[in-house]
Nanobody
Framework: QVQLVESGGGLVQPGGSLRLSCAASGSIFRLYHMGWYRQAPGKQRELVAR???????NYADSVKGRFTISRDNAKNTGYLQMNSLKPEDTAVYYC?????????WGQGTQVTVSS
């Protein structure tokens, strides 16, 4: 079992930055792939960025060049640095830990980009 708690969301103006954190507990975080997903009102949850156990990274096209995913296994924490934020980035952001068919989710943190 892995428990995930996100933090760092909030209200930011277009062009601003936020850094989301995902604190993991309960199991060995480094044994799981980690991802960030988001869900905007009326839309399906979508993958934003993912970093594997081996450090391979992929991003959604919409965030490439603006967002950076990272993880610190020693601290059992994952991060999503979000720069040049746009109104369309507004969503609830969820942290995910995955291994095969097993998925764990955090409760989500709201990110609102608005002037």
């Amino acid at each position: 079992q892995v428990q995930l708690v996100e933090s760092g969301g909030g209200l930011v103006q277009p062009g601003g930055s936020l850094r989301l954190s995902c604190a993991a507990s309960g199991s060995i975080f480094r044994l799981y792939h980690m991802g960030w997903y988001r869900q905007a009102p009326g839309k399906q949850r979508e993958l934003v960025a993912r970093i594997t156990i081996g450090g391979n990274i992929n991003y959604a096209d919409s965030v490439k060049g603006r967002f950076t995913i990272s993880r610190d296994n020693a601290k059992n924490t994952g991060y999503l640095q979000m720069n040049s934020l746009k109104p369309e980035d507004t969503a609830v952001y969820y942290c995910n830990a995955n291994l095969g068919k097993v998925d764990y989710w955090g409760q989500g943190t709201q990110v609102t980009v608005s002037s």
